[in-house]
């Protein structure tokens, strides 16, 4: 005789293979002013599952957003990363993502498939966003010039001029009212920290 072909796994085992959840290969950061739910009308769209993080201060994570600093945003996501032992991830990070997404990929740079920067302000090494924010766009800079001490409210939400203007100005009306409705305060101390670019020399691919 000749040998046996192997065995086929029993339907059961076929079945609980097929109800396996496949495993989350994006991670979303949102930007400031916003929360994991800005994301809401990508994720359809995606090729993959993923995971819109609320980074402290909004949404599932409640925070105190006079105290909140850069390293409490990275530490959120690690957290929510390694929570869920989420590997081969590509991280999605939106404007002001740009001084999160170093810091995790410091952390956990074993975990990352790729950086990936949507529109992001990085700005260099060492140097606070708040320093550079005025050069982004010369539009921007004159609404905030207008609304002078109404750039930001008490409770730490930008002023809807601004933000139509930073956020919005490709969108057609539906999409301004949509983005606009999901807005939330911010806590705005992290715009005078100094960014922390180290985990940019990982050799993570972006």
């Not at 046996?4 to 079945?15: F, G, M, Q």
């Not at 290969?25 to 995606?46: E, I, K």
């Not at 930073?166 to 606009?180: A, G």
């Not at 807005?183 to 990982?202: C, I, N, W």
């Amino acid at each position: 005789g000749g040998t046996e072909p192997p065995a086929r796994p029993s339907p059961l085992v076929r079945e609980a293979a097929a109800c396996k959840p496949a495993p989350v290969t994006y991670v979303l950061v949102h930007g400031g002013g916003f929360a994991g739910s800005c994301w809401d009308l990508l994720r359809p769209r995606l090729d993959a599952p993923s995971v819109a993080v609320d980074l402290p201060g909004r949404g599932s994570h409640p925070g105190d957003l006079a105290t909140l600093t850069i390293g409490d945003f990275v530490a959120s996501v690690v957290a929510e990363i390694v929570s869920g032992d989420l590997t081969d991830i590509t991280l999605v990070g939106h404007s002001m993502a740009g001084l999160t997404l170093p810091g995790v990929a410091e952390a956990v740079p074993d975990r990352l498939r790729q950086l990936v920067f949507v529109s992001c302000a990085v700005p260099p090494h060492g140097t606070a966003l708040a320093e550079v924010l005025g050069g982004f766009s010369p539009t921007v800079a004159a609404i905030a010039d207008r609304v002078g001490d109404a750039v930001v409210d008490g409770r730490g939400a930008l002023h809807p001029d601004l933000a139509r203007a930073m956020f919005c100005n490709d969108m057609d009306e539906d999409q301004t009212e949509w983005t606009l409705e999901r807005m939330v305060p911010e806590a705005v101390s992290v715009l005078a920290e100094p960014a922390d670019l180290t985990g940019l020399a990982r050799p993570v691919p972006r």
